[in-house]
T-cell receptor
């Protein structure tokens, strides 16, 4: 069964460093998402991406964040200059658009020290 | 903010049906009701969704009241592996984004 994959599973970085979180969505899906979950808190929407552009972003998704679909298969989230409060699980999700259920990856745990 | 209200926690015995309620009294006519669950810290998992009619799939059944102001997710024969946080989400904007609330923590007892 096709699934969303994410790499790395765990990333440790120092404050101020750039990180890139990678996702491979399900191959024929057209809608892509990033969510995050700070330990013990709710899952929060960050950004949605469709037709090679951002379709919606939350207040969390400020100028420090960017997304790309560089090669038609990967979907990346970049945090330009990480802060301590960026420590969280980051989940990628994709959706076909023929049906409207989102499939989530296993997440990347980002720890900013 | 989430548009739904769910109990904080519930429990049921293994093998019995788990009935998880959700209130969504401000739902609009074109909004779907989605159910997802999150087992421990894994990625959320889609369970089922519906608009007006009751729905059933291999995982669960979804019962939506006639006025659409509430729904119930039914896991017909709960197993220990169904222990998770269950989220009821109302959504139908152009990006199809999901706004998660706090969900219901379901504990299935042996």
């Amino acid at each position: 069964e096709p699934e969303v994959t994410q790499t790395p599973s765990h990333q440790v970085t120092q404050m101020g460093q750039e990180v890139i979180l990678r996702c491979v969505p399900i191959s024929n899906h057209l809608y892509f998402y990033w969510y995050r979950q700070i330990l013990g808190q709710k899952v929060e929407f960050l950004v949605s991406f469709y037709n090679n552009e951002i379709s919606e972003k939350s207040e969390i998704f400020d100028d420090q964040f960017s997304v790309e679909r560089p090669d038609g298969s990967n979907f990346t989230l970049k945090i330009r200059s990480t802060k301590l409060e960026d420590s969280a699980m980051y989940f990628c999700a994709s959706m076909s658009g023929r049906t409207y259920e989102q499939y989530f990856g296993p997440g990347t745990r980002l720890t900013v020290t | 903010d989430a548009k739904t209200t769910q109990p904080t926690s519930m429990d049921c015995a293994e093998g019995r049906a788990a009935n998880l309620p959700c209130n969504h009294s401000t739902i609009s006519g074109n909004e779907y009701v989605y159910w997802y669950r999150q087992i421990h810290s894994q990625g959320p998992q889609y369970i089922i969704h519906g608009l007006k009619n009751n729905e059933t799939n291999e995982m669960a059944s979804l019962i939506i009241t006639e006025d659409r102001k509430s729904s119930t997710l039914i896991l017909p024969h709960a197993t220990l592996r169904d222990t998770a946080v269950y989220y009821c989400i109302v959504s139908m904007d152009s990006s199809y984004k999901l706004i998660f609330g706090s969900g219901t923590r379901l504990l299935v007892r042996p």
